[in-house]
């Protein structure tokens, strides 16, 4: 049940881009972004942060993020949390790569379109974090704040926010945060600059925190010129299968290497094509992966 509700609201995000309208427009009001103490005279780790209402959450995203609070989750080794890139990757273009390489690693996806770095703190105040103990959590988020309006310094000060949210309902748990994903086409566009800077300025505040590695992995999507094909990314947003393809060529070795400390998990590298589409079944996974939920 919860699944079908979850597929078709995938389908109304996907229909109204289809449409050209977009869940989050530049300048499209939210709330105050988090606000986090000042120590050592960085915006470090910190308790004191902003949840937002649900009445400040959009509907759509607000039900996404009950939905999958609720839900039963299993003994999940590693899950994704933040926006469209993670919904996308197990329940969108990315689906049947999702399929034959990381769900039978135990691998599970909490991602929500449109979802921010406030509106992924209400989901963590709904409870989505609590009854588990991933090894890993594979955090992206923040390219909805830059497209919301938000500044690059409000948007790094929020992914700090999850982190810190994440880490205090998982302190056992490696974070692997994910730079903003380079979008449209230009490298010129002031999205990308935005996107940039955020990451720059995320990764100082982060730096020397031994439960959380930056990885900025963006660079697999662009063509020598700075510009991005739509054949990895059909709206400059979005990965296409092949995109997700690339994208899982990277951040498996970086998920084995955030693994490697926790005894409790075994992790071979399968092997991925680069060069084609023709993926294997969801029903035939790489024999070479071994994993132990912990």
Not at 2 to 12: F, K, N, V
Not at 176 to 203: F, K
Not at 271 to 281: H, K, V, Y
Request: proline share 10%; with cysteine.
């Amino acid at each position: 049940m919860i699944h079908s509700l979850l597929a078709g609201i995938g389908e109304w995000f996907r229909g109204g881009r289809r449409q050209g309208v977009s869940p989050l427009r530049r300048g499209q009001p939210f709330g105050a972004p988090p606000r986090l103490e000042v120590l050592e005279d960085r915006c470090l780790l910190s308790s004191t942060t902003t949840v937002p209402s649900a009445a400040e959450v959009p509907s759509i995203i607000a039900l996404t993020d009950y939905l999958f609070a609720i839900a039963p989750k299993g003994n999940p080794s590693v899950i994704f949390v933040g926006d469209s890139i993670s919904w996308e990757y197990a329940y969108g273009s990315g689906a049947a790569v999702w399929a034959a390489y990381m769900a039978p690693l135990g691998i599970s996806s909490y991602g929500v379109i449109g979802q921010t770095t406030q509106s992924l703190l209400y989901e963590f105040s709904l409870g989505l974090l609590n009854n588990i103990n991933p090894a890993v959590v594979v955090l992206d988020i923040g390219g909805n704040n830059l497209l919301q309006g938000d500044t690059p310094l409000a948007t790094a000060q929020g992914i700090v926010a999850d982190v810190a949210a994440i880490h205090q309902a998982l302190p056992q748990s490696q974070i692997l945060l994910l730079g903003v994903l380079p979008g449209m086409q230009s490298p010129s566009d002031p999205y990308r600059i935005e996107g940039t800077e955020t990451d720059q300025l995320a990764a100082e505040m982060l730096a020397g925190i031994p439960y959380v590695t930056f990885e900025n992995i963006g660079s697999i999507f662009l063509e020598p010129d700075g510009t991005i094909s739509s054949s990895v990314m059909p709206d400059y947003l979005h990965p296409s299968e092949l995109g997700y393809l690339e994208l899982t060529s990277v951040l498996l070795p970086l998920i084995g290497s955030a693994l490697a400390p926790n005894t409790s998990f075994s992790f071979t590298m399968p092997a991925i094509p680069t060069f084609s589409f023709n993926l294997p079944q969801p029903s035939a996974p790489p024999s070479s992966v071994s994993m132990m939920p912990g």
